[in-house]
């Protein structure tokens, strides 16, 4: 099997659910999910011992969307970017993938090996109502492990970075707009206030972000006290991005946990697309997966 092809079939088996338990707590109804992976010239800029990411003009990958996740591929001579997101067994909360790999033999003026830029991007929400009868501090925990590979010297901004958030439900829509523009269902979760459209945010409860330049692990962990009845948001957000013939594997995933989400029922996510029943979720994702899959070999061939 080729390269490029070793690559895609890893893509869409990111896509494939596990079996999802009947009894898990709580009840599920929505999820949005929404990804964007691009491939592109980064000519060297010395006077920032970076790449010109200025050049990200747009996202070039291919996108399947659908109610239990997504896919996203970006591949060409530059090399590849990958992303997928599903529902995850541990109460329905986002589980994120995403790989970079930039070509070095690719021609260009990078002094490490090439002039190309691999960018994945992946983010999830999921909502929930408390219903105890006491206030309750509940914690969420994100850990993301991913594994580089580079040239011994880096200098290029490479990393895997997660950005988490506990937030409103009130004035928040999620979307999927097309992924050359910024998305403001991102606003408070990578919380950037006035930036990017986003100068109505949501109450942010409690916010947290790491980023890894080596292999490794790291872990974030964020807390607010509910209110019986109240109702609340999970936001995440995945990005793993290479320049110069390096490559980020951060497929490792990052899960998300509650420390306890026994008095959790599952909310809408006002514009996120309807879940199937529990059974059919598996199906569901394989013909998504099948989905992009058609469409990748149909850019490959055109």
């Known amino acids: 099997m080729s390269h490029p092809f070793r690559i895609f079939a890893a893509a869409l088996a990111l896509l494939v ?3 999802l338990p009947a009894s898990a ?32 003009t747009s996202y070039n990958g291919v ?30 909360l986002p589980v994120l993938h ?3 790999s930039s070509n070095p033999d690719y021609a260009g003026t990078g002094p490490y090996g090439g002039s190309a830029r691999a960018d994945a991007n992946a983010w999830g929400v999921q909502g929930y109502r408390y219903i105890g009868d006491t206030p309750f501090l509940l914690t969420v925990t994100a850990t993301l492990d991913s594994v580089f590979s580079r040239p011994d010297s880096d200098s290029q901004g490479n990393h895997s970075a997660f950005f988490l958030s506990l937030f409103d439900t009130a004035g928040y829509a999620f979307g999927y707009a097309p992924p050359d523009v910024f998305q403001t269902e991102l606003c ?8 990017y459209g986003c100068e109505a945010v949501p109450a942010v409860y409690d916010h947290a972000n790491r980023m890894l330049h080596d292999s490794g692990t790291t872990s974030a962990t964020i807390a607010y006290l509910l209110q019986p009845g109240q109702s609340f948001y999970v936001g995440a957000f995945l990005d793993a991005s290479v320049c110069c013939g390096a490559t980020v594997d951060s497929s490792h995933t990052l899960r998300l946990a509650f420390n306890d989400a ?21 199906l569901t994702a394989l013909a998504a997966a099948v989905l992009l899959g058609m469409r990748l070999r149909r850019r490959m061939r055109g």
């Not at 969307?65 to 529902?87: H, K, L, N, P």
């Not at 006002?270 to 598996?282: D, Q, R, Y």
């Open 17 to 19: 659910l596990p079996a």
């Open 25 to 56: 707590t709580p009840s599920l109804n929505t999820f949005g999910a929404n990804g964007s992976t691009a491939v592109f010239d980064c000519p060297w800029n010395a006077s920032h011992t970076s790449c010109d990411f200025s050049q990200l």
């Open 63 to 92: 996108t399947s969307v659908s109610a239990t996740g997504i896919g996203s591929v970006a591949q060409d001579i530059r090399g590849t970017a990958a992303v997928s997101a599903e529902i995850g067994t541990d109460s329905w």
């Open 98 to 100: 995403a790989y970079a």
């Open 188 to 195: 408070p979760i990578v919380y950037i206030p006035g930036r």
């Open 262 to 282: 026994s008095l959790l029922v599952n909310a809408p996510v006002a514009g996120a697309l309807a879940v199937p029943e529990p059974s059919t979720l598996p």
